[in-house]
C-alpha cells in the first residue's frame, strides 16, 4: 500500500503544479483593463521584448515620460493601434490618451500644379493619411496620377490644384460627411473631384434644374459629377 501513497502525494503534487501553472498562464493572458483618456499607462519592455498594454487609443496616445535609459522612438520602440499601446526593445514609458475632443482635428493644405508642372508642397505628416477635400482646377486631380503623398510631402502634377485634408496619424479624419458644392454650367458635364471612402448623397437642390441621380448627377471613385445644368450640394463619406 505504501507505494500507493508515494504515488498519491506525487501526483497531488504533480496536480497541484500543473494548477499553479495553468493560473500563471491564466493570469498572464488576462488583458488588463482599458485606460481611458487622461489615465497615464506605463508600459514596459523587459529583457527588449515587445510587450503590449490595454488602453483606449482610438483617439490617440501620447508619450507622457520616458523611464528608460534605452530611447522610446515612435514607429520603432512604441507605437499603438485600435486597442492600446506596444512597446519594444528596452523601451519604458508612460503613456496617456487623449480625450475624444482633441482626437482629430481638421488641417487643410492647398497644393497647386503651375502650367502642369509637377510641385512637392512640404508637410509634416509622419504617418498621417491624406485626401482631397476638393478639386479647384479644370484639369482632374485623380490620386496616383496627377496627386499623390510621400514622407513628408503632399505632390501635385497635370495641372490639378485642391485642397487636401491631413488627418490625424492615430484618430483619421473628423468623423462625419463633408459638404461639397458641385454645379454643372452651361448643361456641360463637369467632376468635382474628391476622396470618396463611402457613399455620396444630395443634400440640398441649387439649380432650377432638378437634380436626378443616375441621369445628370453621380459619383465614381474619383468624385462627384454633375451634368445638365445640376448644382447641388452634396454630403460625401
Known amino acids: 500500500m505504501q507505494p500507493v501513497r508515494v504515488a498519491?502525494?506525487?501526483?497531488?503534487?504533480?496536480?497541484?503544479?500543473?494548477?499553479?501553472?495553468?493560473?500563471?498562464?491564466?493570469?498572464?493572458?488576462?488583458?488588463?483593463?482599458?485606460?481611458?483618456?487622461?489615465?497615464?499607462?506605463?508600459?514596459?519592455?523587459?529583457?527588449?521584448?515587445?510587450?503590449y498594454c490595454a488602453m483606449e487609443a482610438g483617439g490617440g496616445v501620447d508619450l507622457v515620460r520616458q523611464l528608460s535609459e534605452t530611447p522610446c522612438i515612435r514607429e520603432s520602440d512604441w507605437g499603438v493601434d485600435g486597442q492600446g499601446v506596444w512597446v519594444t526593445r528596452g523601451c519604458r514609458a508612460e503613456f496617456r490618451a487623449r480625450g475624444a475632443s482633441s482626437s482629430a482635428s481638421?488641417?487643410?493644405i492647398r497644393c497647386e500644379s503651375p502650367?502642369?508642372?509637377?510641385?512637392?508642397?512640404?508637410?509634416?505628416?509622419?504617418?498621417?493619411?491624406?485626401?482631397?477635400?476638393?478639386?479647384?482646377?479644370?484639369?482632374?486631380?485623380?490620386?496616383?496620377?496627377?496627386?499623390?503623398?510621400?514622407?513628408?510631402?503632399?505632390?501635385?502634377?497635370?495641372?490639378?490644384?485642391?485642397?487636401?485634408?491631413?488627418?490625424?496619424?492615430?484618430?483619421?479624419?473628423?468623423?462625419?460627411?463633408?459638404?461639397?458644392?458641385?454645379?454643372?454650367?452651361?448643361?456641360?458635364?463637369?467632376?468635382c473631384g474628391t476622396t470618396i471612402d463611402q457613399e455620396v448623397f444630395l443634400v440640398r437642390q441649387l439649380s432650377d434644374t432638378a437634380c436626378e441621380e443616375g441621369r445628370n448627377w453621380g459619383w465614381d471613385e474619383h468624385g462627384v459629377w454633375v451634368d445638365d445644368g445640376c448644382r447641388a450640394e452634396f454630403a460625401v463619406q
Open 106 to 108: 481638421r488641417h487643410v
Open 8 to 51: 498519491g502525494r506525487m501526483g497531488a503534487a504533480v496536480m497541484g503544479l500543473a494548477c499553479a501553472s495553468l493560473w500563471l498562464v491564466a493570469e498572464a493572458t488576462v488583458p488588463a483593463a482599458a485606460a481611458t483618456a487622461g489615465e497615464v499607462v506605463r508600459c514596459e519592455s523587459e529583457d527588449l521584448r515587445r510587450t
Open 115 to 191: 502650367s502642369g508642372r509637377s510641385r512637392s508642397c512640404a508637410v509634416a505628416l509622419r504617418g498621417a493619411p491624406v485626401r482631397l477635400l476638393r478639386q479647384l482646377s479644370s484639369p482632374p486631380c485623380r490620386f496616383g496620377e496627377s496627386w499623390g503623398v510621400g514622407r513628408n510631402e503632399i505632390w501635385v502634377a497635370r495641372g490639378c490644384k485642391g485642397e487636401f485634408e491631413v488627418g490625424d496619424r492615430d484618430a483619421g479624419f473628423p468623423p462625419g460627411p463633408r459638404l461639397l458644392t458641385c454645379e454643372s454650367k452651361g448643361l456641360i458635364k463637369r467632376t
